[in-house]
């Protein structure tokens, strides 16, 4: 099992920053690729960000040029710096993770909400 815990998720101006973090605990070392999700009131949730265990990255066309996520495997932690912030990115913000044996874990999700 791994667990899964988000931070840093606040209430910021349109065009603010905000770098959400994620601890993972457990069976952390058999992680392979981790990322981060978010969920708007009815809507799907959908992917924003993923890293892979050798940090190749991927990003959603709507975040690309504004977030960047980065991961600390020493600390098994990934980040999302989210800068130029909108609000359309007003969402729950998920952690996600997956092993090396396909296991899919998720976090309790963090709220970010980008108003004036």
């Known amino acids: 099992q791994v667990q899964l815990v988000e931070s840093g998720g606040d209430l910021v101006q349109p065009g603010g920053s905000l770098r959400l973090s994620c601890v993972a605990s457990?069976?952390?070392?058999?992680?392979?690729?981790m990322g981060w999700f978010r969920q708007a009131p009815g809507k799907e949730r959908e992917l924003v960000a993923g890293?892979?265990?050798?940090?190749?990255?991927n990003y959603a066309d709507s975040v690309k040029g504004r977030f960047t996520i980065s991961r600390d495997n020493a600390k098994n932690t990934v980040y999302l710096q989210m800068n130029s912030l909108k609000p359309e990115d007003t969402a729950v913000y998920y952690c996600?993770?997956?092993?090396?044996?396909?296991?899919?874990?998720w976090g309790q999700g963090t709220q970010v909400t980008v108003s004036s």
């Open positions: 457990g069976n952390s070392f058999s992680l392979n690729s």
């Open positions: 996600h993770a997956v092993t090396t044996r396909f296991q899919v874990f």
């Open positions: 890293i892979t265990s050798s940090s190749r990255t």
